[in-house]
């Protein structure tokens, strides 16, 4: 069993930034696929960012070249910088693990980006 605790969250005007966090409990981080989902009101979760346990990533088209998804497997940890954040941007984002037959969500962090 693997337990993901996301921090970072928070409330940003347009334009600013953050960088959240995930730290995942156990030994196996290393061979877990990661990925950022995120959750508006009234809309379905939807992926955001994932990094794949060799280190290659991929994006939402609305994210590329604001966002940035890294990992560090010495410290269990999972991130996504988030630069020139947009109001749509706003909403829970959750960090979500994979790997065969099992997968892995976090309690969330809220975003909020607004003036």
């Known amino acids: 069993q693997v337990q993901l605790v996301e921090s970072g969250g928070g409330l940003v005007q347009p334009g600013g930034s953050l960088r959240l966090s995930c730290v995942a409990s156990?030994?196996?981080?290393?061979?877990?696929?990661m990925d950022w989902y995120r959750q508006a009101p009234g809309n379905q979760r939807e992926l955001v960012a994932l990094?794949?346990?060799?280190?290659?990533?991929g994006y939402k088209d609305s994210v590329k070249g604001r966002f940035t998804v890294s990992r560090d497997n010495a410290k269990n940890t999972v991130y996504l910088r988030m630069n020139n954040l947009k109001p749509e941007d706003t909403a829970m984002y959750y960090c979500?693990?994979?790997?065969?037959?099992?997968?892995?969500w976090g309690q969330g962090t809220q975003v909020t980006v607004s003036s």
């Open positions: 979500h693990a994979a790997s065969i037959g099992s997968n892995f």
């Open positions: 156990g030994s196996i981080f290393s061979r877990l696929a």
């Open positions: 990094i794949s346990t060799g280190g290659n990533t």
